[in-house]
């Protein structure tokens, strides 16, 4: 089986940082895709980025210059740092990762990005 566990989500004022977390764990041989989505309510389901195994990333246009995903792959970990945080920011974020060539996904955290 294999788990995978978000973490670092909260209460943000506007302008603020966040650093989200994610781990995999449990009977991995490879993982090569990791990467993030979120849904805001009432909204659908976007991509955020996504970072292969020799750290190539696809950032979506509406967060690039200020969130930034990186990976620590001896720990099978993902994070998203984000910077200068808008209340539109406000969303479930939630961690996938592509194991062992099936897709898993972690429960979410949720973001929001209010005064």
């Known amino acids: 089986q294999v788990r995978i566990v978000e973490s670092g989500g909260g209460l943000v004022q506007p302008g603020g940082s966040l650093r989200l977390s994610c781990a995999a764990s449990?009977?991995?041989?490879?993982?090569?895709?990791m990467g993030w989505y979120r849904q805001a309510a009432g909204k659908q389901r976007e991509l955020v980025a996504i970072?292969?195994?020799?750290?190539?990333?696809n950032v979506a246009d509406s967060v690039k210059g200020r969130f930034t995903i990186s990976r620590d792959n001896a720990k099978n970990t993902v994070y998203l740092q984000m910077n200068s945080l808008r209340p539109e920011d406000t969303a479930v974020y939630s961690c996938?990762?592509?194991?062992?060539?099936?897709?898993?996904w972690g429960k979410g955290t949720l973001v929001t990005v209010s005064s």
């Open positions: 970072i292969s195994s020799g750290g190539s990333t």
């Open positions: 449990g009977n991995i041989f490879s993982i090569y895709h």
């Open positions: 996938y990762a592509e194991v062992n060539d099936s897709w898993y």
